[in-house]
């Protein structure tokens, strides 16, 4: 793989992130609605049953019953999460809620699915003395859940055994409306990460590197991200597949710019632009929520979703 970048620019999606910390008939539905008004491509929601501070201790609800209640509320607006793992679901409930979410959404949902990290939700299922996974124990995982659902969602029935995870005759039927199933965005650094988002993903998803958030400058960081979009490359080079088919999606406000991008249309325009050279062809932010690290000018924010790309050409 070579460091340059790619010389032709692909198309440019905006998206964003929406926080399920508010109850939906107090502001949350509103929310759901205005992100389809201002035409963002795709509107995500983290998928954890409780998430970092300043949200450990408040309300926090489910992701798939969130999309479906956005779905209702929506026509047009792809909803997916960013991400789900391992850490509290199982390919088979998982796929059955997924089917369903598809089909009551007429084939708007994308998948974004990640091995999961040592968070507040890790352990909530496991006895109070477990530590979290190591990361090989999360990248064992996360290497048998993928393929499996993948399975699930394209086969009317699943039997499986495996080391973590087992089905037994699971059925799907009539299985996803997007065919042959709604799309994987799969995040991932590592290299076996990687080896599942060439072979499984539609998408691959990266923060940038978490090493050069405290400590690190913005062009640190486009050479790190630089450095996966080329790992990327040489993963999907070694199974014959052209990594030009899987979208790149950035999730914002985890590089060393935190959030910078998103003080101006002009900030936005310039950081979008310097990633898109790398091959990026989805950008997502966070929707603003005051006195957190997600705190934007909401007025500027609607302005970059109404005016970013069209400046960006």
């Avoid at 495996?162 to 996803?176: K, L, M, R, T, V």
């Avoid at 325009?269 to 005051?290: N, Y």
Wanted: glycine share 8%; with cysteine.
């Amino acid at each position: 793989m070579t460091d340059k970048a790619p010389t032709t620019q692909p198309p440019l999606r905006l998206s964003t992130v929406i926080l399920p910390h508010r109850r939906w008939h107090e502001g949350a539905r509103e929310t759901w609605v205005r992100a389809e008004e201002l035409g963002f491509d795709t509107a995500y929601t983290y998928d954890h049953l409780s998430w970092r501070v300043p949200f450990r201790d408040g309300p926090w609800f489910g992701a798939i019953p969130t999309l479906t209640a956005a779905a209702t509320a929506t026509e047009r607006l792809r909803l997916g999460t960013l991400v789900t793992s391992p850490n509290f679901r199982h390919p088979v409930t998982l796929a059955k809620e997924l089917i369903s979410l598809d089909d009551i959404s007429g084939g708007r949902v994308t998948l974004g699915i990640g091995a999961g990290g040592t968070g507040f939700d890790a352990t909530a299922l496991a006895p109070s003395t477990q530590e979290p996974w190591s990361p090989r124990a999360r990248a064992d995982r996360f290497a048998e859940f993928v393929p499996l659902l993948d399975r699930l969602l394209t086969e009317d029935t699943v039997s499986y055994d495996g080391a973590f995870y087992s089905a037994g005759a699971a059925q799907n039927i009539p299985g996803c409306v997007q065919r042959p199933r709604l799309p994987f965005a799969v995040a991932a650094t590592g290299p076996r990460g990687l080896k599942l988002a060439a072979r499984h993903g539609q998408a691959w998803v990266t923060t940038g590197d978490p090493k050069l958030f405290e400590t690190g400058t913005p062009e640190e960081s486009i050479q790190a991200i630089r450095g996966q979009v080329d790992k990327l490359g040489a993963a999907c080079a070694a199974i014959g597949r052209d990594v030009a088919e899987l979208g790149k999606v950035l999730l914002t406000g985890f590089t060393p710019d935190r959030a910078r991008p998103l003080e101006s249309v002009e900030a936005f325009v310039d950081f979008a632009g310097r990633h898109r050279e790398l091959g990026f062809t989805e950008i997502v932010v966070h929707w603003p929520i005051p006195e957190t690290p997600f705190a934007t000018d909401q007025k500027t924010f609607e302005r970059i979703a109404t005016e970013a790309l069209a400046r960006l050409g």
